[in-house]
C-alpha cells in the first residue's frame, strides 16, 4: 500500500497561511480557521485513496515563534483533534514527528524513512494547502508510481502540490523554486524516470485565493462537487472575488482590499 505524507503544522493563529493574512482582507485568525478546514478536506481525500494515511506535523519546539491566542493547543494535540473530527476512522491515521530544518529536509527525511526503513512501495508528500485533491487523483498517481520513480502533481507557478517517491533523490533544496524543475532534475541525476500527475489548485498566496474562490463559484453552479469544508469556512468568512479597475480583487464585508 503507498504511504501518503500530509506534511502539516499545527493550525495556530499567526503561524500559518501568513502571506494570506498579509495581502489579504483575511486575518491571522481567518487565516489559521482556513488552514484548519483545508487540513480538512485534505485528509478526507486521503483516507478516502487507497493510501495509508500519515499525519506528519512539526512540534512545538520546531515551531517559529509563539502562536498567537492564550489557547492554542501543542501541535499533536492540535492536528490529531481536527483530524479525529474530518476522519470516518481517525484510528487508521499515523502521526510522526517531523525531522528536519528545512521544508525540503522534512520531506527527504520523510520519505527517505519510509522508503528504507519500513519498505514503503512509495511515499507521496503533500500538504494541506491542496483542498481540491481528489481520492481518483491521488489513486491515479500512486498507479503511475509503480511504472516511474518520481511523480509530480503541476501547480501554478511552477509549485508542486503533490511529489511521489518509489526510489530516493538528493533532497537537499529540493523544493527550490520552480519546485517542479528541481524535483525532476533531482531525479534524472539519480537515473529515475519521472511522471506527471493532473494539475491543482493551491492556496497559499493572493493569487491563489481569488482562483479557488472563482472555480468554487463555478463548480457549485454547474453542480460538481467542491472541497467541502474550505468552502464553508470560505462562506462563513463572506470573502468574494470583485472586479476593481479591470482587476479582480478580493473583498468581504466591511473591508477593502486591492
Known amino acids: 500500500m503507498p504511504t501518503t505524507a500530509v506534511l502539516c503544522d499545527p493550525p495556530h493563529e499567526g503561524l500559518v497561511l501568513t502571506e494570506l493574512a498579509a495581502t489579504t482582507p483575511l486575518s491571522k485568525a481567518e487565516t489559521a480557521d482556513l488552514y484548519a478546514a483545508m487540513y480538512a478536506d485534505t485528509l478526507r481525500a486521503v483516507e478516502a485513496s487507497a493510501s495509508e494515511l500519515l499525519v506528519n506535523y512539526r512540534s512545538d519546539e520546531d515551531l517559529p515563534g509563539e502562536p498567537d491566542g492564550e489557547d492554542a493547543d501543542d501541535a499533536e494535540s492540535a ?98 523554486p520552480p519546485a517542479i524543475e528541481t524535483l525532476t532534475d533531482r531525479a534524472h541525476d539519480a537515473g529515475h524516470e519521472v511522471d506527471f500527475g493532473p494539475m491543482a489548485p493551491l492556496i497559499e498566496t493572493r493569487e491563489d485565493m481569488i482562483g479557488a474562490l472563482s472555480l468554487i463559484r463555478a463548480r457549485r453552479r454547474a453542480g460538481r462537487e467542491v472541497p467541502a469544508r474550505t468552502a464553508a469556512c470560505l462562506d462563513d468568512l463572506g470573502l468574494e472575488v470583485v472586479e476593481n479597475e479591470g482587476d479582480l480583487a478580493l473583498s468581504k464585508p466591511d473591508t477593502d482590499s486591492d
Open 79 to 176: 492536528v490529531r483533534n481536527l483530524a479525529d473530527v474530518a476522519l470516518d476512522d481517525p484510528g487508521a491515521a499515523r502521526y510522526e514527528v517531523q525531522i528536519g530544518s528545512t521544508f525540503a529536509a522534512r520531506m527527504g527525511n520523510t520519505v527517505s524513512h519510509l522508503l528504507d526503513t519500513e519498505d514503503a512501495g512509495s511515499v507521496a508528500v503533500i500538504e494541506p494547502t491542496v483542498p481540491f485533491l481528489t481520492r481518483s487523483a491521488l489513486d491515479g498517481m500512486a498507479m503511475k508510481l509503480r511504472r516511474s520513480d518520481v511523480v509530480l502533481g503541476p501547480a501554478s507557478a511552477g509549485r508542486v502540490h503533490y511529489a511521489g517517491f518509489a526510489s530516493p533523490i538528493d533532497f537537499e533544496d529540493a523544493d527550490a
